[in-house]
């Protein structure tokens, strides 16, 4: 008797978005927000976290323990359908940071207008002795040529700042890379649409350009050495937070560019249901004064931190520290390759302590403000990232569902598509071979673990093997096959 098999992948049921683990005024925006909007609210509570990265992103660290900082930055992507008004969403979200970047231009333009001033003055000094040593006598061209060479020398020296910029839109990565050194280490890419994906796969170029987006994540040295410029930046900081639509998470799982280089490790994924068709035709509004709260509290963040140098430093309590450890526990076995539920993505889930860390910061931050690089983050914060992180670990599951994250699943799909076909009742492991491609099964060893998958959830079951005792290659292990593969209606 075979018992009903078990789905490869079913359906998962996704963690609801845990607003209650915002702080008060960005919870109460967001819940607005996705009132007015009509959107699931995870998608304004997932942008919400990249505007915080945005104003923190850069300009602020939290300490783990030991050696271990997290800097504040995050790569954010919601995964929605057209029509579900993402764009309303971005806008109403990121509007006070364009405001804070508006104010630190007026801030910044009497010292950037004075640096040009100084450098052009430079240069004409500079210029002009340098024509007064062609004409000069043999006896003056020495002294004349060395005050040359120290006036270039000191208009080169000449540092003018760039105008401020906290966003970018869809932009290369050679732009992202020039913003960052420009503005200080850091910069963040905000978008309603996919197309930073496409860009990163070499839309312009032709391959894919990862580097600046996978150390502009973990902050790691950035170095560029071309012929036109030369960029160091000693601590990248790249905030991402993007809206795509679901084709775009399958067609990113199906470029070999994006596999196997960590960039989708980076990203916390949400993947909330579309609510078009059950929408209010007259939603309530934003309320003036939550709108004017958010907007203040962003721009006030913002501003505070924009002119740090040396970063902010955020420091755990003994407690939170104590909550995130518990949390690293339970986590570290789900890592396993062989039967962790997070094996198949240990590369996302290997982050995601650090993920938890950055968050469990912003949301300090967020509830601070001016104070926050005073006060340790409290557990009742940390266990607030938990629940954020126990949401993005659901919701990235199911992405990487989409992406075909796990190989032995994809492979397992196309050795059920074989047995179909064949309408075998039962099989040699020899023969299933040859109706195997050999580029997804390039050797018998390759079958082992999407036979055993295949057998975990009742698919298939392997079969006593009989030995004749005599010389020769030993018998195929054979398998049989569930009725339901050669005859649906079974």
């Not at 024509?131 to 208009?155: P, W, Y």
């Not at 990862?210 to 960029?231: C, I, Y």
């Not at 990487?400 to 994250?405: I, K, L, Q, R």
């Amino acid at each position: 008797m075979w018992e009903e098999p078990i789905p490869l992948t079913g359906p998962r049921k996704l963690a609801p978005f845990p607003i209650e683990a915002l702080p008060g005024w960005l919870r109460e925006f967001v819940a607005a927000v996705a009132e007015e909007t009509q959107t699931p609210v995870d998608l304004p509570g997932a942008i919400a976290l990249s505007v915080l990265a945005t104003a923190a992103g850069g300009r602020s660290v939290v300490q783990v323990r030991g050696n271990w900082r997290e800097p504040t930055n995050l790569y954010v992507v919601v995964s929605l359908p057209p029509a579900n008004r993402k764009s309303a969403v971005f806008g109403l979200l990121t509007d006070p940071l364009y405001e804070a970047e508006e104010q630190l231009v007026a801030l910044h333009q009497p010292a950037i207008v004075e640096a040009q001033m100084t450098a052009r003055l430079a240069k004409e000094a500079a210029d002009k002795a340098t024509a007064k040593v062609a004409s000069a006598s043999a006896d003056e061209q020495d002294q004349m040529r060395a005050t040359a060479i120290a006036l270039a020398q000191t208009a080169e020296s000449v540092s003018v700042p760039a105008e401020p910029q906290l966003l970018a839109d869809d932009a290369t990565a050679e732009t992202v890379t020039s913003l960052i050194a420009e503005q200080g280490g850091r910069i963040s890419v905000m978008s309603a649409e996919g197309d930073i994906f496409d860009i990163i796969a070499g839309r312009y170029s032709g391959k894919p350009n990862m580097g600046v987006f996978l150390k502009g994540h973990a902050g790691d040295r950035l170095r560029v050495n071309r012929q036109t410029r030369k960029e160091y930046i000693e601590h990248p900081a790249l905030t991402m937070g993007l809206c795509v639509q679901p084709q775009v998470l399958d067609d990113i799982g199906r470029q070999d560019g994006f596999k196997g280089k960590g960039l989708l490790g980076r990203f916390l994924y949400s993947v909330p249901e579309s609510l078009v068709g059950r929408r209010k035709s007259k939603p309530d509004p934003v309320p003036e004064q939550v709108k004017e709260t958010y907007h203040r509290h962003v721009i006030d963040l913002t501003l505070f931190l924009a002119d740090w140098t040396d970063p902010a430093l955020i420091q755990l309590s003994p407690e939170a520290d104590d909550s995130l450890l518990a949390f690293q526990e339970r986590v570290e076995p789900l890592l396993a390759a062989r039967g962790g539920s997070l094996g198949h993505i240990a590369d996302w889930a290997g982050k995601l302590i650090g993920a938890t860390a950055r968050i469990a910061a912003l949301f300090h931050l967020a509830q601070h403000l001016t104070r926050g690089h005073t006060l340790p983050v409290t557990e009742a914060t940390m266990r607030d990232a938990i629940a954020l992180a126990d949401y993005f670990t659901s919701h990235g599951l199911a992405a990487f569902d989409v992406m075909g994250a796990d190989p032995t699943t994809e492979r397992a799909r196309s050795v059920l598509d074989a047995l179909r076909a064949n309408r075998w009742r039962e099989v040699s492991k020899r023969d299933l071979m040859v109706k195997l491609s050999r580029s997804e099964f390039p050797t018998a060893a390759d079958l082992d673990p999407v036979l055993a998958l295949l057998e975990d959830h009742g698919y298939v079951r392997a079969q006593p093997v009989h030995r004749t005792g005599g010389r020769g290659r030993p018998p195929s292990p054979r398998y049989a096959i569930h009725p339901r593969l050669t005859d649906p209606t079974a």
